[in-house]
């Protein structure tokens, strides 16, 4: 079994053409946050496209489900490194003096 980060080098090569140098050196630089930026931006684009039925011919030969794969195997990775700006995107509610009651 490979590791997520195999897995993502393998399949930073599915992403539209003028983004694969960009993760390429995100990835190379373990710029996890700018290559799970990236990942999301080229899937949201190619998402908008099929909406409007559109598809420009550079997302043509492209597999959007591996590009989906990508970026979610991306910020699970990013995640991983730091989970703290995951409790910053979901705080602990349970934390907050909203929920303290005099009894």
């Known amino acids: 079994?490979?590791?997520?980060?195999?897995?993502?080098?393998?399949?930073?090569?599915?992403?539209?053409?003028?983004?694969?140098?960009?993760?390429?050196?995100?990835?190379?630089?373990?710029?996890?946050?700018s290559l799970k930026e990236l990942t999301w931006s080229a899937l949201r684009r190619m998402e908008k496209a099929l909406e409007k039925d559109s598809m420009p011919e550079k997302y043509r030969n492209i597999d959007i489900d591996k590009v989906r794969d990508l970026a979610v195997l991306c910020s699970e990775h990013y995640s991983l490194i730091y989970p703290e700006d995951l409790e910053d995107e979901f705080p602990d509610t349970l934390d907050s003096d909203v929920f303290e009651e005099d009894y």
Not at 2 to 29: C, G, N, V
Request: a negative charge.
């Open 1 to 33: 079994m490979s590791s997520p980060t195999q897995q993502i080098k393998a399949l930073i090569p599915t992403l539209p053409k003028d983004d694969i140098p960009y993760a390429q050196r995100f990835f190379d630089t373990r710029d996890w946050e």
